[in-house]
């Protein structure tokens, strides 16, 4: 099986990214324009994943929610995190996985 998609919702720098991936994949681009951010978002799932690892441990090593959470999304302040997973050579999803963090007010 392969990650076949990524959607991303107030990540990091990105707003939204709904992006279709295939068994290989390149991240180019200039300084400063994501690709840390975007790969991190797999390193995020694969924190939560691991032994010893869940969820609030993999927000506490990014410095908390406001760290991981888009600055330019202050209506929706919510983060999202979806993948695809697929059977090699085929473009339909077979598994689906999605997490969703919510930011409590302070005192809550």
């Known amino acids: 099986m392969i990650v076949s998609g990524i959607k991303l919702k107030n990540w990091k720098n990105f707003r939204d990214v709904d992006t279709l991936l295939k068994e290989r994949v390149f991240?180019?681009?200039p300084n400063?324009?994501?690709?840390?951010?975007f790969?991190?978002?797999?390193?995020?799932?694969?924190?939560i994943?691991?032994?010893g690892g869940g969820l609030q441990k993999a927000v506490t090593d990014?410095?908390?929610i406001s760290k991981i959470r888009c600055l330019a999304a202050?209506?929706?302040p919510d983060v999202e995190l979806e993948i695809s997973l697929s059977e090699f050579g085929s473009d339909l999803a077979k598994w689906?996985?999605?997490i969703g963090i919510k930011q409590?007010?302070?005192g809550v």
Do not use: C, H, I, P
Not at 32 to 37: E, L, T, V
């Open 32 to 37: 400063a324009s994501g690709k840390s951010n």
């Open 74 to 76: 202050r209506k929706y």
């Open 49 to 51: 994943a691991k032994t």
């Open 96 to 98: 689906k996985y999605s």
């Open 104 to 106: 409590e007010t302070k």
């Open 39 to 47: 790969l991190d978002a797999f390193r995020f799932l694969k924190d």
């Open 62 to 64: 990014r410095g908390g």
């Open 27 to 29: 991240v180019v681009g």
